[in-house]
């Protein structure tokens, strides 16, 4: 495994609870990565591949995720909070009851993902495929 | 101990994990022609997991291959006709290293297609899938009830 750092391989690293707060990890190989309660915050995440990761309760806060590839990662209850996702692929991603208040995902590939309980308050949804995906409580489908 | 290794559970998970890149393998390479880079990644991982599923250690397989064959086909699919044969085989092969888990669920799957077809044409009445028999459906008066266990391993098959 290498270091965390732009385009790294840290392909199904562990990193449960890691401290990777404003890390530049720009284009970095994180597929199938546990990243479970990680804190991500403020970090340079554009482009990366995060296919499939484990990232529930991660702090992802501000994190820059532009194009990124999050698609079926669990990002259950993690914190999203004004993150820019704008272009990014999370489709069949599972967002319940994450905290995307403010986030920029405009672009953004939401197909199939999992929305139930996630605070959407002022996100940016421009341009976003939410074919499939399902919000609230009920299960409901767009 | 349960009757599900650790191991068998762990293989599930790896072929869950390649059937799910194999998917967005192919989605990118339909959709996203262009995009030459993300395609590249899927096939990377892809490779990886084939590599650690092949690389798995599979001591453990002779008692799942018993239990397939002495527990979970009598218990569960004997109303399937033909199930038991390629079941049987499939699991043989993932034993001796050539084959995945996920073809015992394709295997069950072609024999109650088959099943469904045969017992159509002679006008018989169709026969109750074992996900309808596990509470996913209804239940027929004669369903012998399962294990939690083996109510799980089905599950797990089911899954697509």
């Known amino acids: ?142 | 101990m349960s009757r599900m290794s650790e191991q068998v559970r762990h293989l599930i998970g790896l072929e869950n994990l390649l059937a799910r890149a194999r998917r967005r393998q192919r989605e990118c390479e339909r959709d996203e022609g262009a995009d030459a880079t993300r395609t590249r990644r899927f096939a990377e991982v892809v490779r990886r997991l084939g590599e650690e599923i092949h690389a798995t250690d599979r001591t453990q397989l002779e008692d799942y291959l018993r239990y397939v064959e002495g527990d979970l086909i009598p218990r569960i699919l004997h109303r399937v006709e033909g199930a038991k044969e390629g079941m049987v085989e499939a699991a043989k092969r993932v034993v001796a290293g050539k084959g995945h888990l996920t073809e015992l669920r394709t295997e069950y799957s072609d024999a109650l297609e088959r099943s469904r077809s045969v017992r159509e044409r002679l006008g018989l009445d169709p026969i109750v899938p074992a996900e309808a028999r596990f509470g996913l459906g209804s239940h027929p008066p004669h369903s012998d009830r399962p294990t939690r266990e083996a109510y799980d391993l089905v599950k797990e098959f089911l899954k697509g």
């Not at chain 1, 976003?128 to 489908?141: C, I, N």
């Open chain 1, 1 to 142: 495994m290498t270091e965390p750092g732009p385009g790294a391989d840290l392909y199904r690293a562990r990193l449960q609870g890691a401290d990777l707060r404003g890390k530049d990890l720009r284009k970095a190989n994180l597929a199938l990565a546990n990243l479970k309660e990680a804190t991500l915050a403020d970090a340079l995440l554009t482009e990366a591949f995060l296919f499939a990761a484990i990232l529930s309760g991660a702090d992802l806060g501000g994190a820059h995720l532009a194009h990124a590839d999050l698609s079926e990662a669990d990002l259950f209850g993690a914190n999203l909070r004004g993150v820019n996702a704008s272009g990014a692929d999370l489709r069949r991603a599972n967002l319940a009851l994450c905290n995307l208040r403010g986030a920029r995902l405009k672009g953004a590939n939401l197909r199939d993902a999992n929305l139930n309980g996630a605070d959407l308050t002022d996100a940016d949804l421009e341009g976003a495929d939410v074919t499939g995906a399902s919000f609230g409580e009920t299960g409901a489908t767009a």
